[in-house]
């Protein structure tokens, strides 16, 4: 799964990723978490990308009420096609969410968690494969996403079973016009990414503070 990630990265290096320029009020983050707004990009009315912030945790657009949205952080590729959550935004209401890092917890012999980040080598930013959904009752309007998640690659396979799909910049265009299927949700290489220990003050959202992603022993 994919349940805390990292986005530091200049906005000039997100223009050059993702060729948009109606910047959002963005600042470093180095423990985002469900539930908070977050960067993606979408194709606008025109086909054109547009960065927009989305609240992480999907809310269908038949949903009673927002609270689905705690246990719709993420999508299993597998399902994603059909299941009722996700199957309407994955035809029709695809994003990228942008990243350049993210976290994952292996459990210990002793019982307890060390959480590791997870990065693109070099560091550098990366899109998760993500789905969107407009959902307003009562005159609430939310704009939601969730991250798709597929098997773990031999990297990170020993820390947790599952991982973000992370898609090459070659099929962006691809997976948000809404031509790329299933098969294009995918591990990423492990050779092209790597891992290092953190510290755990990570697992508290409170603490959001760039010593996060520094490495520890």
Known sequence: MCGRFTLHMPWSELVKLYRVHDRPNLKPRYNIAPTQDILAIRLD???QQEAVQLRWGL??????DDKISYSTINARAETVARK?????????????????GYY?????????????????????????AGLWEHW?????????CTIIVTDANELTKDIHGRMPV??????????????????LLKPYPSASMRRYPVS?????????G????EPVE
């Not at 962006?172 to 790329?180: F, K, N």
Request: glycine residues 6%; hydrophobic residues 35%.
């Open 45 to 47: 009315q025109d086909g």
């Open 59 to 64: 809310i269908p657009f038949w949903a009673k």
């Open 84 to 100: 009722p959550a996700f199957r309407d935004a994955f035809k029709k209401r695809r994003c990228l969410i942008a990243a350049d």
């Open 104 to 128: 994952e917890w292996k459990k210990l012999e002793d019982g307890t968690k060390q959480p590791y980040r997870i990065t693109l080598k070099p560091e550098q930013p990366f899109s998760f």
């Open 136 to 144: 307003e009752k009562d005159n609430k309007v939310i704009e939601s």
């Open 166 to 183: 992370i898609l090459d910049p070659a099929d962006y265009e691809s997976w948000l016009g809404g031509s790329a299927d299933v098969d």
């Open 200 to 208: 755990k003050a990570v697992g508290n959202v409170r603490n959001t």
């Open 210 to 213: 760039p010593e996060l992603i």
